[in-house]
């Protein structure tokens, strides 16, 4: 897999391109934050 790939995209009327390698490090991050969130989440919801 060619991870240095060029992904291309728009959101809304702007057009991006950013590299698969880092389009799939923000994802990981993103779903990193969300599960450490939803932990502390219920372990405040807890006490």
């Keep these: ?3 240095k790939k060029i ?3 728009k ?3 702007v057009p991006w391109e ?3 390698d880092v389009l799939v490090l923000l994802g990981v991050i993103t779903l990193v934050l969300m599960g450490v969130g939803a932990y502390f989440g219920f372990q405040f919801g807890r006490s």
């Design 1 to 3: 897999m060619n991870w």
């Design 7 to 9: 992904i291309r995209f």
């Design 11 to 13: 959101v809304g009327d």
């Design 18 to 20: 950013i590299p698969l």
